[in-house]
Nanobody, 121 residues
């Protein structure tokens, strides 16, 4: 069994910063893609940022230059540093990983439970 556990959400004023973390626990063999998605009330879930085990990263246009994704493969953890936060960034943020479990050859998609980020004065 694999579980993704997120932390770091909360309430912050516009212009402030938050750092989200997400760690995978359980029988993890390899993690290929780590990413963050978000869903605001009444909107569809959208991609925020991803990072691959090859070292490439990608970002939604709305967060480029403000958010930074990074990963620690020893800890099976992905981070999202969010700076210059705006009210439009308010959403539930979900961690996502494409990984292979020990003893299998299949890559599967896993999701965290979500963490609330609220940007408000």
């Amino acid at each position: 069994q694999v579980q993704l556990v997120e932390s770091g959400g909360g309430l912050v004023q516009p212009g402030g910063s938050l750092r989200l973390s997400c760690s995978a626990s359980g029988s993890v063999s390899s993690i290929y893609v780590m990413g963050w998605y978000r869903q605001a009330p009444g909107k569809q879930r959208e991609l925020v940022a991803t990072t691959t085990n090859g070292g490439s990263t990608s970002y939604a246009d709305s967060v480029k230059g403000r958010f930074t994704i990074s990963r620690d493969d020893v800890k099976n953890t992905v981070y999202l540093q969010m700076d210059s936060l705006e009210p439009e960034d308010t959403a539930v943020y979900y961690c996502n990983m494409i990984l292979r479990r020990l003893g299998t050859d299949v890559r599967r998609n896993y999701w965290g439970q979500g963490t609330q980020v609220t940007v408000s004065s």
